[in-house]
């Protein structure tokens, strides 16, 4: 498996280990927070140690990362945010677009850690 790419950012809050982490608000410059929703800035993966407010955190952009989940998933699922930074399944709904950080290396069940492949994009869904 190839190295991941990981790059070092402030975090606006704390923020836990193996969430997914957004682009904060332009505004603030390059920081990032804990994902809240499929619609977020997806940027990539905290690492086993998080990061504290005001601090520098370790985000995977890309590359082999681990994650923790928000609920069922299989292998080789896309994965988004659910509105605390866990790894759920993305589904688009018609007419509806929806980031997505990744997709899953093995299956697994709400708050397994399980090893990913960060590869953000988006999943769209034209409308019907």
Not at 10 to 39: E, F, M, N, Q, R
Not at 52 to 69: F, S
Not at 85 to 110: D, E, Q, S
Request: glycine share 12%; net charge neutral.
């Amino acid at each position: 498996m190839s190295r991941p790419f990981i790059k070092s950012y402030v975090a606006t809050a704390d923020i836990a280990p193996y969430l997914i982490a957004k682009a904060a608000v332009p505004a603030t410059g390059t920081t990032v927070s804990t994902a809240a929703a499929a619609t977020d800035s997806l940027l990539g993966v905290t690492d086993s140690l998080g990061g504290v407010a005001g601090k520098a955190v370790d985000i995977t952009l890309q590359g082999p990362a681990e994650v923790r989940l928000g609920g069922n998933v299989g292998f080789n699922d896309p994965l988004t945010a659910d509105a605390n930074g866990k790894a759920i399944v993305a589904v688009a709904g018609a007419g509806a677009n929806k980031r997505i950080i990744g997709y899953a290396l093995a299956p697994g069940a709400l708050d397994d850690i399980i090893p990913i492949r960060v590869a953000p994009g988006y999943l769209a869904n034209p409308a019907a």
